[in-house]
């Protein structure tokens, strides 16, 4: 199985608001996780990735993965309304190395200035 | 141009048109993908080259035809679409190999538009 759940919002919250973004996933083989972003009319950009359990912090960004609980997590610190975009998470499917990613649908985020 | 291009940007067209999205990437990675992204609805991966080489192709109706004529452009021929058949298409490549990621790089995407 290969699926990867996500709340598609809308998400709105007011600048300066801390942000959580939140994925499951099914799959216990998935090694590593990515948070792409995806701007009004543009194509998903990486934001980051992470490598089994743990935290990665960059910036205002802190991506964590709770592999116990199969829960994928991004978190926005003192949002800014230039973080209005979608934000898709994702895992390679089959390993590490894999062709394909599994997308999340995606969650819509509005930062209210 | 830099990155990854698509053209058109927005196209319509009748259920009996043919028409070609096209895919240029400037990146030198060695895989491009076909993605299609409906409104609440994950990412859909319809096609993938690998090295020229079509590797996958998830089981996407005929209607959709893909060529790969080098490693830098890609292009998906559309005949007889139905209006499901409406989204945005999204281009992407990556640099597959030793130590590959998984990410890959995206184009601004065609948004189609099946009447």
């Known amino acids: 199985q290969k699926e990867v759940e996500q709340d598609p919002g809308p998400l709105s919250v007011p600048e300066g608001a801390i942000v959580s973004l939140n994925c499951t996933y099914s799959?216990?083989?998935?090694?590593?996780f990515m948070w792409y972003r995806q701007y009004s009319r543009k194509g998903p950009e990486l934001l980051m990735y992470?490598?089994?359990?743990g935290n990665k912090e960059d910036g205002r960004f802190t991506a964590q993965v709770d592999k116990s609980s199969k829960y994928i997590s991004l978190f926005i610190r003192d949002s800014q309304p230039s973080d209005s975009a979608t934000y898709l998470c994702?895992?390679?499917?089959?390993?590490?190395?894999?062709?394909?990613?599994?997308f999340g649908k995606g969650t819509k985020l509005s930062v209210i200035p | 141009e830099t990155g990854v291009t698509q053209t058109p940007r927005h196209l319509v067209m009748g259920m009996t048109n043919k028409k070609s999205l096209k895919c240029e990437q400037h990146l030198g990675h060695n895989a491009m993908y076909w993605y299609k992204q409906s409104a609440k609805k994950p990412l859909e991966l319809m096609f993938v080259y690998s090295l020229e080489e079509r590797v996958e192709n998830n089981s996407v109706p005929s209607r959709f035809s893909p060529e790969c004529p080098n490693s830098s452009h890609l292009f998906l021929h559309l005949h007889t679409l139905q209006p499901e058949d409406s989204a945005l298409y999204l281009c992407?490549?990556?640099?597959?190999?030793?130590?590959?990621?998984?990410?890959?790089?995206f184009g601004e995407g065609s948004r189609l538009t099946v009447l």
């Open positions: 994702a895992t390679p499917y089959s390993g590490a190395g894999s062709y394909q990613l599994t």
């Open positions: 992470t490598y089994s359990s």
């Open positions: 799959n216990s083989a998935f090694q590593y």
């Open positions: 992407a490549s990556s640099q597959v190999g030793l130590g590959y990621t998984g990410e890959l790089f």
